[in-house]
């Protein structure tokens, strides 16, 4: 499986927005990279996702990298409740593999 | 909404005992996934399905067996219950293709003492 290569903890102010990186110079042409995030107490939760152009949802946005070795979930206005747990992943049809992600702590 | 659930929040199990560790989703999903999380080690996965009747080995099948009858309902069962056990266990599923996300339930916490 190839790596991703994730800060282990970042901090933000309440409102701001905040760019997660993720490193993955191993990926291959069919990964698709995922994020998830996890709340204290709660199972993981999906982020999104995306192949080779950047996309967004109502959650977040993934900027991709042009030669996709690395990746950045943006999230546009942090606010406590995005205190978290976030993973970045590689995956095609394999399940998915976890590493120790970025924890997220947000300042009021 | 959609949703995986997973049979109970918090379950204590003598060491020795059989337990079965329950999971459903309503979502119609082909693919259903058994995690277990523990401090310093984060989520590593048990087993998983990609349908029903089948199912896979992850990275840490041992002292766990499942079982996949019905489409929505995916079982892990410790068969003899062991203290190393004592875990965060989390069920995910996914519907079938790569484009699709994981959905997980909100875990079972076992201790076995």
């Known amino acids: 499986d190839a790596k991703t290569t994730q800060p282990n903890s970042m901090e933000s102010n309440e409102e701001e927005p905040v760019h997660l990186p993720c490193n993955h110079s191993?990926?291959?042409?069919?990964?698709?990279i995922h994020w998830y995030r996890q709340l204290p107490s709660q199972g993981p939760e999906y982020v999104i996702h995306?192949?080779?152009s950047n996309v967004n949802n109502r959650m977040a946005s993934l900027a991709i990298a042009e030669d996709r070795k690395s990746s950045t979930l943006i999230l546009h206005r942090a606010t406590l409740r995005d205190a978290a747990v976030y993973y970045c992943?590689?995956?095609?049809?394999?399940?998915?593999?976890f590493g120790k992600g970025t924890r997220l702590s947000v300042i009021a | 909404d959609v949703k995986v659930t997973q049979s109970s929040r918090y379950l204590v199990k003598r060491t020795g005992e059989k337990v079965f560790l329950e999971c459903v989703q309503d979502?119609?999903?082909?693919?259903m996934f058994w995690y277990r999380q523990d401090p310093g080690l984060g989520l590593r996965l048990i087993y998983f399905?990609?349908?029903?009747?089948?199912?896979e080995k992850g990275d840490i099948p041992e002292g766990y067996s499942v079982s996949r009858e019905k489409k929505e309902r995916f079982s892990l069962i410790l068969e003899s219950a062991s203290t190393n056990q004592t875990s965060m266990y989390l069920c995910?599923?996914?519907?079938?293709?790569?484009?699709?996300?994981?959905?997980f339930g909100s875990g079972t916490r076992l201790t076995v003492v």
């Open positions: 995306g192949l080779t």
């Open positions: 995910a599923s996914r519907k079938q293709g790569s484009s699709y996300g994981y959905t």
């Open positions: 979502m119609d999903h082909e693919n």
């Open positions: 191993t990926i291959s042409g069919t990964d698709y």
């Open positions: 399905s990609y349908d029903v009747k089948m199912k």
């Open positions: 992943i590689l995956s095609l049809n394999t399940p998915l593999v």
